[in-house]
Structures are given as structure tokens and as C-alpha cells.
């Protein structure tokens, strides 16, 4: 420990041991724990807090915390801890890129909580964690739903139920949700007929066993009650511990005029009667 985050109790005894005990969890967290004087130099840290930063945890003592701070976002932090200090809240939560000399920058999560007395601030508590990789996680699904939102071919994801938990542009124009209109929210309001739905779960069994499937199926639009022949592949994916299920499905119909120039006239017949059981 460097510095002295917390305090209370007096020398020895019982009194003692709350403190004590306080500083050894915040030596031991894996959370970067300080607190900032008024001028926003650091006069408190763990040991965490200076491996977050990069450096040895005494040489954090004495420093302002905006030294750390990447230049990117190092004026944003200033005005922010100025404006903490000026009108504090219960608590204030930012995220700050730091230097780093392997890749550059590394994105802290930091929450300022203030500390003072008479209702003068004093100082600022800080909780600092490495958000790094959920920032870039973040970034690859925000890049990811921007391609399926692009996609010519309408995807889904689903649960057991059948329930939507995403569709896509595509989904919503092809079956029905577009231009505001509500779009469904099951895969069984888009089966016609007992026929459609005892192949849905057929389908899903075939998934569940062998984590793939693919055929042609029939679907409903929901908006105007037409019937299309859909191309689908479907397989499993999971949240944590319960199976989804996602579906990549496009119009037979296009898919067909597409290739019918390029396609002999017994194979185009061919790729119009093939069937096959389907999922949704």
C-alpha cells in the first residue's frame, strides 16, 4: 500500500482491526484503488492501481492522475475532476484512455466518489478497472450488427420458443416489420400450416443433434398473408448456458431467377420442387 486510503481507529487494539482489515482488501483487490488531493494529485493507491497504469505504485504518490491520462483524452479528464470539484455528485463514472507502451493506449473505467466534510470536497475515491478488451468486444459487435443490418439475406436469432431476439433489415422487409409496421415476434407467425410448423421442429431437431441444418421452407409475410419459398440455413448458438438458435433464409424465388440463365433447363426444374424440412 501506498499512502493511506481509508482510515478511522486508533493505535492498537480493537479500534485497530476495522482499518486493518479495510487496507488489506484494498491492497489485495484487483481493482485500481486511489484518492485524489484538490489539486489532482494522487495521494493514495494500491498496488493495483499502479499496475493499471504501468508504473511502480510509489511512483504514483505525488502525480496528477491527468500525467497518465493519454493525450487524447487527458483535457477531458481536467475538466472533468474540475467540475467534480465545483459541483460534486454522488458519484461520477468516466473512461479514460491511458498510455501504454505495448499497444498505445489501453480504456480505464474509473468512478470518482467525493470526500469531504461541511460540504466542501476535499478529495475524490476512485475505482479504476482494465476495460480494454470489453471495449473492443463492444466495437466488434457494434461492426458486426452493422454488416447483418446490410445483408441482402434476412437473419434471425431465436430461442426454444421460437421467440425473436434479433432480426435484421432484411428479416423485417422480407416477412413483415418494415417501414413501422410491427414485425413479428415469433418464427410460428410465419409458418402456415401444421405441415410448415411439424417441419420447423423437425428441423430444429436435426440442429440440435448435428448443429446444422439447411433446406427450403415455406414462410408467411406476416403484413399481406403471402405465401414465399425460402432458402434456409440454420444452427445453434449459445448464451451462456441456454441454446439459440439463428437462421439465414433468402427467397427461392430471386435465387432462382438469378441463375436461370446460367443454369441447364432439367436443373432449374430440379431447384424448383426440391425439398426439405425447415427451421425458422
Not at 480504456?107 to 476512485?126: D, E, K, Q, S
Request: proline share 5%; aromatic share 6%; with cysteine.
Amino acid at each position: 500500500m501506498t499512502g493511506e486510503i481509508g482510515g478511522g481507529g486508533g493505535p492498537g487494539g480493537a479500534e485497530e482491526r476495522p482499518t486493518t482489515l479495510y487496507q488489506r482488501l484494498v491492497e489485495a483487490s484487483p481493482y485500481g484503488m486511489f484518492v485524489l488531493a484538490r489539486s489532482g494529485h494522487v495521494v493514495a493507491a494500491n498496488a493495483s492501481f499502479g499496475r493499471l497504469l504501468g508504473v511502480p505504485p510509489a511512483h504514483v504518490l505525488g502525480r496528477g492522475l491527468s500525467e497518465f491520462i493519454h493525450a487524447w483524452d487527458r483535457q477531458c479528464a481536467k475538466l472533468d475532476l474540475a467540475e467534480l470539484f465545483r459541483s460534486p455528485t454522488p458519484e461520477h463514472r468516466a473512461a479514460y484512455r491511458v498510455r501504454d507502451g505495448l499497444s498505445g493506449a489501453r480504456v480505464l473505467h474509473f468512478t470518482f466518489v467525493p470526500a469531504g466534510t461541511g460540504g466542501r470536497v476535499t478529495g475524490l475515491h476512485g475505482v479504476a478497472r482494465d476495460a480494454t478488451a470489453e471495449r473492443s468486444r463492444e466495437r466488434q459487435h457494434d461492426l458486426l450488427l452493422a454488416a447483418l443490418e446490410h445483408l441482402d439475406a434476412a437473419v434471425s436469432i431465436f430461442d426454444e420458443s421460437g421467440g425473436f431476439l434479433y432480426t435484421n433489415e432484411a428479416h423485417r422487409r422480407t416477412f413483415g416489420g418494415a417501414g413501422g409496421a410491427a414485425p413479428p415476434e415469433r418464427v410460428q407467425s410465419l409458418l402456415p400450416d401444421a405441415e410448415s410448423r411439424h417441419a420447423y421442429e423437425a428441423g430444429l431437431d436435426t440442429v440440435r443433434r448435428e448443429g446444422r441444418w439447411s433446406g427450403v421452407a415455406t414462410r408467411r409475410r406476416v403484413s399481406d398473408g403471402a405465401l414465399l419459398t425460402v432458402e434456409v440455413t440454420c444452427g445453434i448458438v449459445r448464451d451462456g448456458g441456454e441454446d439459440c438458435f439463428f437462421a439465414v433464409e433468402r427467397e427461392v424465388a430471386d435465387r432462382i431467377r438469378q441463375q436461370e440463365p446460367r443454369r441447364p433447363a432439367g436443373l432449374r426444374q430440379q431447384g424448383r420442387s426440391r425439398s426439405a424440412p425447415h427451421t425458422g
